[in-house]
Nanobody
Framework: QVELEESGGGSVQAGGSLRLSCAVS????????????MGWFRQAPGKEREGVAA????????EYADSVKGRFTISFDDAKDTLDLQMNSLKAEDTAMYYC????????????????????WGQGTQVTVSS
């Protein structure tokens, strides 16, 4: 099993910043922690869940959705087993429920941002950006 718990959501005005964190734990994760893709995804009301960013826990090139490139930064803290998402220059269209997800046991040079590829999910944290 992989357990994920998000934190850091909230309300902010357009142009502001937020930092999301996701704590990772569980037996499957402990066994495969260095072979795990982790990502941030979001879902706005009435829309499908979409990928935001993803990164391999062993390092490597992070992947970003075009809509967030240059504004968001994903990182993984190996010592703390936390996945972070620094969000700058936030826009109203970034408003959504943000989810952390994991795909353990994958050897790959980079990670997918397609939510269909991930099999462990957190409960989500709400981000609201007012214009």
């Amino acid at each position: 099993q992989v357990e994920l718990e998000e934190s850091g959501g909230g309300s902010v005005q357009a142009g502001g910043s937020l930092r999301l964190s996701c704590a990772v734990s569980g037996l499957t994760y402990r066994v495969l922690r260095r072979l795990t893709c982790m990502g941030w995804f979001r879902q706005a009301p009435g829309k499908e869940r979409e990928g935001v960013a993803a990164i391999y826990t062993s390092g490597g090139r992070p992947e970003y959705a075009d809509s967030v490139k240059g504004r968001f930064t994903i990182s993984f803290d190996d010592a703390k087993d936390t996945l972070d998402l620094q969000m700058n220059s936030l826009k109203a269209e970034d408003t959504a429920m943000y989810y952390c997800a994991a795909l353990p046991g994958l050897e790959a040079p980079s990670c997918s941002v397609d939510p269909r590829d991930y099999n462990y999910w957190g409960q989500g944290t709400q981000v609201t950006v007012s214009s």
